[in-house]
């Protein structure tokens, strides 16, 4: 299975009750291993999950730390970018060069790095005292 189908086919789990905007999410490590994720929201809307952010922990929980790859896809008449929140989850754990392909579920794509998609990224690095 593709990084894309398995963000097509997590897609349809996503719990969306409220905004009816469902969102799937594939994390490709470098050692092979898939990840995924879908938007899980709650009444009280600031508390809901991306699906982005639910690979990301599939991931975590598994004992891995970087992707190489991510693919998102949603029910939209253009490629949906991560929110600014996830822009930075994924920065965090993308490993140098790796890419991003973002989907439509009537196959339009749209792919960039995922140093593109969040320039300038507050990083650890920042923290590093002078």
Same mark, same amino acid.
């Given at each position: 299975?593709?990084? /894309?189908?398995? +963000? ?7 719990? +969306?009750?409220? /905004?009816? #905007? ?8 470098? /050692?092979? %291993? ?13 508390e ?6 639910? +690979? !990301?922990?599939? $991931?975590? +929980?598994a004992?891995?730390t &970087? #992707?190489?790859?991510?693919?998102? !896809?949603?029910? /939209?008449? &253009? ?13 965090? #754990?993308?490993?140098?060069? %790796?890419? !991003? *392909? $973002? @989907? *439509? *579920?009537?196959? !339009?794509?749209?792919?960039? &790095?995922?140093?593109? @998609? @969040? ?7 920042? $923290?590093?005292?002078?």
């Amino acid at each position: 299975m593709s990084l /894309s189908d398995a +963000a097509r086919a997590v897609r349809e789990n996503a719990y +969306a009750p409220y /905004s009816k #905007f469902k969102v799937g999410a594939a994390l490709k490590t470098g /050692s092979g %291993a898939v990840y995924v994720g879908c938007n899980v929201e709650n009444v009280a809307y600031p508390e809901g999950t991306c699906a982005e952010a639910g +690979a !990301i922990a599939a $991931m975590v +929980a598994a004992g891995e730390t &970087s #992707f190489v790859e991510v693919a998102v !896809i949603a029910d /939209s008449p &253009s490629p949906v970018p991560p929110c600014g929140g996830c822009r930075q989850k994924l920065t965090e #754990f993308a490993e140098r060069g %790796a890419r !991003i *392909t $973002m @989907l *439509t *579920t009537k196959g !339009i794509a749209q792919e960039m &790095s995922v140093e593109d @998609l @969040l320039p300038g990224a507050f990083d650890a690095s920042h $923290m590093d005292e002078s």
